[in-house]
């Protein structure tokens, strides 16, 4: 096997949990996310579906280009570049550089138009709305993320040399 089934679900579980984590913080305990954090949630949906597309591969035996390999490998890209982006994130927020200027804000749905326009939470990009040991989500996200990426790639590898 070409794999190793550890960073298949390596592959899975980390995307899955900081997705999670993302959705539970914004509808559970109602921090919002802005425009950045936004664009860290895509490349981890990616990841996630590419995941499964590696256990579905894995289960059906494929090989080659459309094997189970590829699929993590994609994965493990995807949790990267979700991972560069909370860097570059987290970097606005602790003011290392400057980052975008829109705000992203969400407008719920029903009611009076203008007034939840108006009443809608504005989430600005360089503040970050919570920290656990002076470390923000973004930063979360980028230490977990580059730190998992790195992890199933090296798992990868040392799964190919042991075929």
């Not at 993302?22 to 996310?33: D, H, K, N």
């Not at 494929?62 to 699929?71: E, K, M």
């Not at 970050?128 to 989500?137: D, E, M, N, Q, R």
Request: glycine share 14%.
């Amino acid at each position: 096997m070409a794999f190793s089934r550890a960073a298949l679900w390596l592959s899975l579980i980390i995307p899955g949990s900081l997705l999670g984590g993302a959705l539970i913080s914004q509808y559970v305990f109602g921090l919002y996310p802005c425009e950045m954090c936004l664009w860290q949630r895509w490349p981890h949906w990616a990841a996630f579906f590419f995941a499964l597309g590696g256990i579905i591969a894995g289960q059906r035996n494929w090989s080659g280009l459309l094997g189970p390999a590829s699929f993590i490998f994609l994965a493990a890209i995807g949790i990267l570049i979700s991972g560069l982006i909370g860097g570059f994130h987290a970097g606005v927020e602790y003011g290392w550089w400057e980052g975008i200027t829109a705000c992203a804000t969400t407008v719920p749905a029903g009611g009076d138009m203008l007034d939840s326009i108006m009443n809608a939470p504005l989430v600005r990009c360089d503040v970050a709305p919570w920290s656990l040991f002076g470390i923000s989500l973004a930063g979360y996200n980028f230490l977990l993320s580059v730190g998992g990426a790195i992890l199933i790639l090296v798992l990868m590898a040392m799964g190919r040399k042991d075929v």
